[in-house]
């Protein structure tokens, strides 16, 4: 590309500190690299020149940042100077993947993305405004309308005689597809140039489901409406969501609504100064005010996955198991939340907790519940939205664990559940104390629907003996992490778990070693499959040895 800049031109426009390693950043202005793999390299090169450290080699954020920026150097349409902004923000604002010079290697590598098009480097203002431009604002550096509020800002940074286009698209892969965004407005001048953009965006991911986001397009006319059309025309299941309140305007008068799907954006809250009624390995759930409570779900669940428990609620409310009525899905900061009813109740860990007398009462009170869960049966529509069969499940699990197990024991296992009958009961699939809620009258409630699933109440029993006996064998926290999901003490979880194995099977007291034997195997299957997820290898082994032994004297999952 013909050179617009002097490279003396840009030694001063560049800060002192980063002056040595910009003709190394010079020299590759015209480079292609093959793959995110060789920028990543070249990008560690280049730390190494400007003094600054490069990041591990199993830093995530950092491998992420690399993919994406691959990604918008060798498009042919992408916006330099979005490029510039993007490489700012998350290496210096959002990322600090550079732990000794984050401010250094953003400026170098925006300066890089620059040089490529021969264009001037931004005019920078204080550093104080540099990070109030997002750090003021009431949501996360993650959260999409953080980093477009600071490409609003950059753009105040560009030299004036670089006109900007009205609108940029940009896009980003997860595990549920690729999302392009729309930011801006869209109208007759731009549209064939966004469509373009749209067109060599999915051409980067052409095999996944495919998403835009419209948090931040201000405007959209009847000719940007026309992309959408076509877009729908040509592949199957793609989706509008985010959609900012003017752009949802829009689309719901003229249609678009009725033609594919579309979500409104979501609301932005946040829970500082609430009150925290709970905590668990998912997360927190938060008093909102006098009728609503949030469920803050830790930051690597993903939407499908807290939609999937949504739905699972409202289908079992709908079944008449009592249940808190769930509202809607909000961003909080950099992580998601879920609106639910403001129920009037503690939870049933905690009554046990504060009155350890009267555990016995609490107990048959649990039973109770338990059974009248597993005596509901779901089928067609209903069944789908709760959840998978949990035989299915725990198949699923065995052939992940099953090369480290003995052959013969992985075999006996796999003909053990198989033998299990299909069942369309419920199976709450997490149902201890701290997740049952219970009100000044004495009535149960359940939460955290993340597990649901169908069959038979064994199932049901390996999830409470994993949660009340088995994890705490790998709890090397002094019963911390124990306490903090089960809300009592290693004593209490004991006894609770022998009372509910009592009562809920009274009427089969001499089957409750074989009873409890069957739960043990099948939580120490979802647990050994947790730790090979982990790469826990002494875990791992752990789980081998108590599975192995306890398989070899049974011959059936009690039904």
């Not at 698209?169 to 007759?188: M, T």
């Not at 033609?259 to 100064?273: A, F």
């Not at 979802?526 to 398989?551: F, P």
């Amino acid at each position: 590309m013909e050179e617009k800049v002097s490279m003396e031109a840009y030694r001063q426009a560049i800060s002192e500190n980063i002056k040595d390693a910009l003709p190394f950043a010079y020299e590759m202005r015209e480079h292609s690299f093959a793959s995110a793999a060789d920028l990543r390299a070249w990008i560690g090169q280049m730390a190494g020149q400007a003094g600054v450290s490069k990041p591990a080699q199993d830093d995530e954020r950092f491998s992420w940042f690399c993919e994406r920026l691959w990604e918008r150097l060798r498009g042919t349409l992408s916006n330099p100077w979005e490029t510039a902004c993007f490489i700012e923000f998350h290496a210096d604002i959002a990322g600090h993947f550079f732990a000794d010079g984050s401010e250094r290697m953003a400026r170098l590598l925006s300066a890089y993305a620059l040089m490529r098009k021969g264009l001037r480097l931004p005019e920078y203002r204080e550093r104080k405004e540099y990070d109030e431009s997002v750090g003021c604002l009431p949501y996360s550096h993650s959260d999409p309308m953080a980093y477009q509020a600071f490409w609003r800002y950059y753009q105040t940074l560009i030299p004036q005689e670089y006109p900007q286009d009205k609108s940029i698209a940009y896009s980003d892969c997860d595990e549920e597809g690729q999302i392009i965004y729309l930011v801006g407005e869209i109208d007759a001048a731009n549209a064939r140039s966004v469509q373009a953009q749209i067109d060599e965006l999915r051409g980067l991911h052409p095999e996944k489901p495919l998403s835009l986001n419209l948090v931040g397009l201000r405007y959209i006319s009847s000719m940007g409406l026309r992309i959408f059309l076509i877009l729908a025309k040509r592949m199957k299941g793609i989706a509008l969501v985010d959609v900012s309140p003017e752009a949802y305007e829009i689309l719901e008068m003229t249609g678009i609504t009725q033609m594919m799907p579309t979500e409104k954006m979501m609301r932005r809250l946040s829970v500082d100064g609430c009150t925290k009624l709970s905590e668990g390995a998912n997360g927190e759930i938060y008093r909102m005010d006098g009728d609503t409570m949030i469920k803050a779900y830790r930051e690597n669940f993903t939407l499908k996955e807290i939609r999937t428990e949504l739905e699972a609620a409202k289908a079992v409310f709908m079944l008449g198991i009592p249940t808190a009525i769930s509202y809607d899905i909000v961003r909080l900061g950099n992580r998601f939340g879920a609106v639910y009813e403001m129920l009037e109740a503690e939870t049933l860990a905690a009554l046990i907790h504060d009155r350890p007398e009267r555990i016995e009462e609490y107990a048959r009170m649990m039973v109770q519940l338990l059974k009248s869960i597993h005596e509901v049966s779901a089928d067609g529509a209903g069944s789908r939205a709760i959840g998978e069969s949990c035989r299915d499940g725990m198949l699923r699990r065995l052939r992940r664990i099953g090369e480290y197990l003995p052959a013969d024991c992985a075999g006996k296992l796999k003909a053990m559940l198989e033998a299990v009958p299909d069942d369309d009961h419920l199976v709450h699939g997490d149902c201890h104390a701290k997740n049952i809620m219970v009100d000044s009258n004495g009535e149960l409630y359940l939460i955290d629907m993340d597990s649901m699933g169908l069959g038979q109440p064994i199932f049901e029993f390996s999830a409470l003996y994993a949660t009340y006996v088995g994890y705490r064998r790998f709890d090397d926290t002094g019963f911390v992490r124990h306490r903090m999901v089960t809300g009592m003490s290693p004593e209490l979880t004991d006894r609770l778990w022998e009372l509910l194995l009592k009562f809920y099977f009274e009427d089969r007291a001499d089957r409750l070693p074989e009873i409890e034997r069957s739960a043990q195997i099948l939580s120490y299957v979802r647990l050994m499959n947790h730790y090979v997820k982990k790469g826990n290898a002494e875990r791992v082994a752990a789980c081998r040895a108590t599975i192995t032994e306890s398989v070899s004297c049974q011959e059936n999952f009690y039904i």
